[in-house]
């Protein structure tokens, strides 16, 4: 596939207007030059001239102790990997990383915020939140898709 970094556009964008210690990532955007590339970015749907896909999804998470109580202490990190073939639906795009973004650091702060009595129940939730993340993050991506599209899987 011939995919050509957009000069003019932001290739690596990290400051965010939502900026959290919780949640880092970083932005590649693509020039989707031909139909082809586009279908196998996008999907097939026609209509669709832009997405994202989210890469190297990574959570890291330890258990620590406050006041006698056990938290999670988390913090996650992704690459937004934005193709376009409609270069003015970049902005669009970037509300889909930011919606993404905003989800996580609200999931972790959560995590964050539960308490456990006992240092074996929150290694056992931070266990499962490493397991589960990634499923997580496609929730919050179809959500996203969702609420600004109006279709969970826009591929379909």
């Not at 586009?38 to 999907?43: I, L």
């Not at 919050?140 to 898709?145: G, K």
């Amino acid at each position: 596939m011939r995919l050509r970094f957009l000069y003019f556009a932001i290739v690596l964008h990290v400051a965010t207007a939502y900026a959290s210690d919780r949640v880092q990532y970083s932005a590649r955007v693509f020039h989707l030059r031909t139909e082809d590339d586009r279908a196998e970015w996008c999907g097939q749907r026609k209509r669709i001239e832009a997405c994202t896909r989210f890469t190297a999804l990574q959570v890291t998470a330890r258990a620590v102790e406050e006041n006698g109580a056990w938290r999670i202490s988390a913090n996650a990190q992704f690459i937004a990997m934005i193709a376009l073939q409609d270069v003015s639906r970049y902005g669009h795009e970037l509300n889909h990383v930011h919606d993404v973004e905003i989800a996580i650091d609200s999931y972790l702060l959560d995590l964050g915020n539960a308490s456990f009595t006992t240092r074996e129940a929150c290694e056992q939730a931070r266990a499962d939140l490493i397991d589960t993340f990634e499923a997580r993050v496609r929730s919050f991506v179809e959500a996203s898709n969702l609420r600004r599209d109006g279709n969970p899987h826009p591929e379909r």
